[in-house]
Structures are given as structure tokens and as C-alpha cells.
């Protein structure tokens, strides 16, 4: 039950506010939270004075963080490709089951036998796993629907997911994620279709909140992602783009032209490239998850993000083909094991750049007055125990503005 003033106080907490992508570290904090929203954030001995009936938690010194947002999923879909797994583990690779008709499109055809309940069934208990994890905020992407019908189908199941339960959903247009088997050698043909009728048709019905492609020799050229990504803009509605994640196509500089939210993955990444992202803002996505299913050996180039500014996120990538980790804390962990990251950049690339790439940085991500009362009291002291240990589930409480979840 809420007090009656809407007003919760969370007290003598150690506080990593990620206020500027930083621990930003409050030992004895405290939150204050009227209604939805936090409304102040300070030393616990300066609360100021509350309302009679706030409800008060001493935390006894655990750990408060934002509540963390996993900001690149393709969390709708049918089906599971585990026996291209064993295939892969016998030598091929992405690409040659890709070619061959299998990969993606795989996918596509269990999800377009997939009626709306059984994927809305499957899509929320994968949020569910998520949200147990502190996850309040998902992005989700259609893209194994590849047609009208069929992407709408997965964009209101995504959006459907938001209104089951405590979490809010950015949902993602992804319908250049490969050319469909009714366009096979005909790509261009295809992105008509997608430019013409499944954007603005998407976007009519407010399903849309980014525009996404997949950038790759097995995908789409840089011509065919300007042109989709042209129309996006007409229609007003921000970009993203799969990027430079087996090869380099210049992706992230052309995702960066558009003034893109994120550009994801980038193990291919550029210098060029890198100072395109810095100069729009647009945050570097990485996809630790992708990186270690596909067995790849050319990490993302950390360094070259850090020394030109690049803000930098970290997502599950969740999806039944390269990265089938529904963990945003493991994420977290690989981006550290694996990329070279930093505890605190990891925590920062799941709450403030995370949100940034969602184009919610101003809502959400850090814990300062006015943002939202997205948070998570976790069973640890201090940050690093979110990422240096794996296969647990630590929040004691998560807050979803400013109300109790679970
Ligand atoms: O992010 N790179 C393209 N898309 C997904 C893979 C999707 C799949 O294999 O089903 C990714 O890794
Ligand atoms: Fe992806």
C-alpha cells in the first residue's frame, strides 16, 4: 500500500547516483520519492522534513543504483536454433548458415506461424526474467516478422508486454533485419516495401518509437539503410543501426550522418567512425552476449570510444540466434571480462547511456530530482558486486516510479 501523501523516503543507503556516467558514490544516502518522482537526493542526516505518513526504509547500508534498462532486445519470436548451434560448434559459421537459408530467417518462419498470444506468452515471460534482475526499461525490436502483417504482429506484442507488466517498453522498428525468402535477390524490392507501407504503416499506428537496421554484407548495404533511414526522418522518429559487427561497412559514421540514437555492436569499428558517434552523441551499444555465442576474437575497440568521448552502453542483445542471454547482469560482466570495461562503465552503460540511447536521458537513468523513481535496492555494498559475481539475482526491492514491484 502507498501513504496516502505518495511520498517514500530510503534511508542510510549507499547511493550510485551514475549522475555523468560515474559511480557518483553516497555513502549514508537517502532518496525521497513523492508520488512517481524522485524529489530529492542527498546525505541522510539532510532529509529534509516529509510528510507524517511517508513510509521510511533504512536500508542499513545496502546499495541503491537507478533501476537498470536493457536498451537493445529482440525479445519476440518463436521457435530456437539451438541445432545451428551444434553446427556452428562443428565449424560454420553465422555467415554460412545465414546464406544458407537458415539464422534469421529461421526464426522468421516460426514467428510467422506464431500466433499473437503464444509470442505475447513467450515475450513476457522473457521480461519477466529481465525485471527480476532490476531491468525496468526494454527495448524491443520486431524484425523476425519481415512483412506487414507480421512485423505489426511483433511490434504489438512488444508493446503489449509494457502493459503486462511493471516495465516500460521502447519498441523498435527492425524490418531491414534480412531480405524475406518472397524477396530472395531482390533487396532493394524489399526495402520499397519497407520504406512505402510497413514504416509509415508502423509509425500510423504508433507502434514506433526508433527505426533500426541491420548494416552488413549478409543484410543491407549503407544505400539501403540512407533510404530507410531517410523516411524515418520524414516521419519524425529517431534512428539506430546494427553496425560494423562482422565487417565494416561503415555503418556507424552513416548512423551517426542521421543524428542516430546508438549504434550497436561495432567490433569493426573505425576511427572515423568513432569521432562521427562523438560529434552526434550517439551512443556506442556493446553486445558482449553476440560476441561470445558467435565466438568472435576482435572485441569492440574500447579505447578508441573512451579517447574520443563516445558514451558507451551495454545491452543483452537477447534473440534466439547470437545471443540467446536473457541476463543484463552476465551482460554487465562480459562487457568487463571480455570488452575491458570497467565496473563503473558497465553500470553506467545499463542506466545513464542506456537511457540515453533510448532517447530517455532525460526521465530516467540516474538518480537525481525529477527523474523518475526507477530504482533497485540490492543486496550488496558496493557497485562491483553487481558485476563481480554472476548466476545470482540480488535486488532486495525494486521501486518502478515510485511503486513497489512484485
Ligand atoms: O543483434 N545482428 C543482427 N541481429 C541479431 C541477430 C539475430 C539473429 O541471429 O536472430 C544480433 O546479433
Ligand atoms: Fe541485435
Redesign the pocket.
Known amino acids: 500500500m502507498s501513504p496516502a501523501s505518495g511520498t517514500r523516503a530510503i534511508t542510510n543507503a549507499t547511493l550510485a547516483t551514475c549522475v555523468g556516467g560515474r559511480y557518483g558514490l553516497l555513502e549514508r544516502g537517502a532518496v525521497a520519492i513523492a508520488g512517481e518522482r524522485i524529489a530529492w537526493v542527498g546525505h541522510s542526516d539532510a532529509l529534509p522534513a516529509l510528510p507524517r505518513d511517508t513510509e521510511r526504509l533504512d536500508v542499513a547500508g545496502a546499495l541503491v543504483t537507478p533501476a537498470l534498462t536493457d536498451c537493445?532486445t529482440?525479445l519476440v519470436?518463436a521457435g530456437s536454433?539451438a541445432r545451428e548451434f551444434e553446427r556452428r560448434v562443428e565449424g560454420a559459421s553465422?555467415e554460412d548458415i545465414a546464406r544458407a537459408g537458415g539464422?534469421?530467417l529461421a526464426?522468421v518462419r516460426a514467428t510467422r506461424e506464431a500466433g499473437e498470444e503464444a509470442l505475447l506468452a513467450l515475450a513476457v515471460a522473457r521480461a519477466r526474467a529481465l525485471l527480476a534482475e532490476g531491468v525496468t526499461t526494454i527495448e524491443v525490436k520486431s524484425?523476425?516478422g519481415l512483412d506487414l502483417e507480421n512485423e505489426l504482429k511483433l511490434l504489438r506484442v512488444a508493446r503489449r508486454v509494457g502493459q503486462s507488466l511493471p516495465v516500460t517498453v521502447h519498441t523498435t522498428l527492425l524490418a531491414a533485419?534480412t531480405v524475406p525468402p518472397e524477396h530472395a535477390g531482390r533487396a532493394d524490392d524489399y526495402v520499397d516495401l519497407v520504406v512505402e507501407d510497413i514504416l509509415p504503416a508502423a509509425a500510423a499506428e504508433g507502434l514506433v518509437d526508433s527505426v533500426d537496421a541491420?548494416c552488413?554484407r549478409i543484410?543491407f548495404s549503407p544505400s539501403q539503410v540512407r533510404r530507410i533511414f531517410e523516411r524515418a526522418r520524414q516521419l519524425g522518429l529517431p534512428v539506430r543501426l546494427?553496425a560494423e559487427?562482422l565487417s565494416d561497412s561503415r555503418g556507424a559514421a552513416l548512423a551517426a550522418s542521421f543524428g542516430a540514437l546508438s549504434a550497436?555492436?561495432l567490433e569493426h569499428l573505425h576511427e572515423d567512425g568513432a569521432v562521427a558517434m562523438a560529434r552526434a552523441g550517439t551512443v556506442a551499444v556493446l553486445?558482449p552476449g553476440?560476441f561470445f555465442f558467435l565466438r568472435e576474437s576482435r572485441p569492440p575497440p574500447v579505447g578508441l570510444l573512451r579517447r574520443h568521448g563516445v558514451p558507451i552502453a551495454v545491452a543483452s542483445?537477447f534473440?534466439?540466434?547470437?545471443?540467446p542471454l536473457l541476463s543484463l547482469r552476465l551482460a554487465m560482466l562480459m562487457g568487463c571480462t571480455l570488452f575491458g570495461l570497467t565496473p563503473a562503465e558497465a553500470l553506467a552503460g545499463v542506466t545513464v547511456h542506456a537511457c540515453t540511447a533510448l532517447g530517455l536521458g532525460a526521465e530516467r537513468g540516474t538518480l537525481e530530482p525529477g527523474k523518475l523513481a526507477d530504482l533497485v535496492v540490492w543486496d550488496a555494498s558496493h557497485p562491483a558486486e553487481l558485476v563481480a559475481q554472476f548466476g545470482t539475482d540480488r535486488p532486495r526491492l525494486i521501486l518502478r516510479r515510485g511503486q513497489p514491484v512484485g
Open positions: 537493445h529482440h519470436f536454433r553465422y539464422g534469421i526464426t524484425g523476425y533485419h541491420f552488413e543484410a546494427h559487427q550497436d555492436h553486445l553476440a542483445d534473440n534466439p540466434g547470437s545471443s
